[in-house]
């Protein structure tokens, strides 16, 4: 069975092995080396587990979920340690109550919320100060959902956990949530694991991609880093699956099973066109 990591690899700081902070003896992960400062998106294989352990939220049956970050100095410096700092959205939203959209970004967020920067870059392009005033027990699916992301981006972070963070969001609501969470990463040179299952989503927020080979719940096993166009290729490869690419929007489109362009992409092992 196929299971994929899609993620944004920004800048070459900061090289650290994947079991520098994360130690999961129960549930086998083979995921080599990577940069610190990357955007990851995880489909399947107990990717919720996955990430709840890095937020601290559950334990491993065995072993430990190591997070503390190492300095390297120079020659004539010595190295210093400290612990992983992480903001985590989870899957489901249980936001409630009275309290406003604002006073409820300004409680969890701080005064990061009220900066110009911060606005224009996450708060407007959501159109989420339209709903400042309104109370959270008021608020839609997709309503809530922009306003845990937006409150998961204002903390300081080193590792943003997203789990799902397109659910209840329109299309171009989509795209926009995946255009600011990358943003946001690089800005800050931080990492981020983000579970998501829409292919448009991690299209847009993808550079390169890890293919996961496993079964569900005993271990999961990873390809390199590789392309996009790579990655893709082998994921939907397994699954007998082609994607071409909307001449107008530009986005991926699945493609008619044993439609003349589905077999024609298969005799090209072209499962997915990048561009």
Request: include cysteine; charged fraction near 25%; aromatic fraction near 10%.
């Given at each position: ?10 800048t ?7 079991n ?29 587990t ?101 409150s ?20 171009e ?11 946001h ?91």
């Amino acid at each position: 069975m196929v299971r994929s990591i899609i993620f944004l690899a920004d800048t070459e700081e900061c090289d650290l092995k994947a079991n520098t902070f994360i130690k999961l003896n129960f549930f086998k992960y083979d995921i080599g080396f990577y940069k610190l400062n990357e955007l990851r998106i995880i489909p399947h294989i107990r990717k919720t587990t996955f990430i709840k352990m890095l937020a601290g939220l559950e334990s491993p049956t065995s072993g430990t979920v190591d997070k503390t970050l190492l300095d390297k100095k120079t020659d004539t410096e010595e190295d210093t340690t400290e612990t992983l700092q992480v903001s985590y959205k989870p899957q489901y939203i249980s936001l409630n109550g009275d309290q406003t959209v604002e006073a409820f970004l300004l409680k969890t967020g701080g005064a990061i919320i009220a900066t110009s920067q911060f606005k224009s870059e996450i708060i407007h392009p959501f159109q989420l100060s339209e709903l400042f005033d309104q109370p959270l027990k008021y608020l839609s699916g997709g309503e809530l959902q922009k306003v845990a992301i937006v409150s998961t981006l204002a903390k300081d972070a080193d590792l943003y956990l997203f789990d799902e963070p397109s659910a209840f969001l329109s299309i171009e609501d989509r795209l926009t949530a995946a255009k600011i969470i990358r943003r946001h990463i690089k800005s800050r040179k931080a990492a981020s694991f983000v579970v998501e299952h829409d292919i448009v989503f991690q299209d847009y927020a993808s550079d390169r991609i890890i293919v996961f080979l496993g079964q569900s719940g005993i271990y999961g096993k990873a390809y390199s880093p590789s392309s996009v166009r790579t990655g893709m290729n082998r994921f939907l490869g397994n699954l007998k699956i082609t994607f071409r690419r909307d001449p107008r929007s530009g986005r991926p489109r699945v493609n008619k099973l044993d439609s003349k362009l589905d077999r024609l992409q298969k005799n090209q092992g072209e499962y997915y066109y990048e561009k």
